[in-house]
């Protein structure tokens, strides 16, 4: 089992910047994929970006592409998600999700990942 708990949302005026963090604790040891995921009031969670167990290989969702950075630091169990240059339609709860494995693809879906944390709220303000 992997533990995922993330920080570092809040409220921000659009254009602004958040840095979120999803650190993970449990069974470490093994190698893991994590990506990131939004749920918009009303709306379905949506992929936002993946990352490879080792870090090379990172997808992102076309709407935060060149906007959002996501970065990891395994010695540390955390994974990071840089938001720049935030739009109200960033507002939503963002989580963090975890599943087994080394190498990342680049669309996955919420049902491919088996941990997940209990979000983030971030609010962009216009």
């Known amino acids: 089992q992997v533990q995922l708990v993330e920080s570092g949302g809040g409220l921000v005026q659009a254009g602004g910047s958040l840095r979120l963090s999803c650190v993970a604790s449990?069974?470490?040891?093994?190698?893991?994929?994590v990506g990131w995921f939004r749920q918009a009031p009303g709306k379905e969670r949506e992929f936002v970006a993946v990352?490879?167990?080792?870090?090379?290989?990172?997808y992102y969702v076309d709407f935060v592409e060149g906007r959002f950075t996501i970065s990891r630091d395994n010695a540390k169990n955390t994974v990071f998600l840089q938001m720049n240059s935030l739009k109200p339609e960033d507002t939503a709860v963002y989580y963090c999700?975890?599943?087994?494995?080394?190498?990342?693809?680049?669309?996955?879906?919420?049902?491919?990942?088996?941990?997940w944390g209990q979000g983030t709220q971030v609010t962009v303000s216009s």
């Open positions: 999700a975890a599943r087994y494995g080394m190498q990342a693809i680049r669309s996955p879906s919420s049902a491919d990942f088996g941990f």
């Open positions: 990352i490879s167990w080792g870090g090379s290989t990172t």
């Open positions: 449990g069974r470490t040891r093994s190698t893991y994929v």
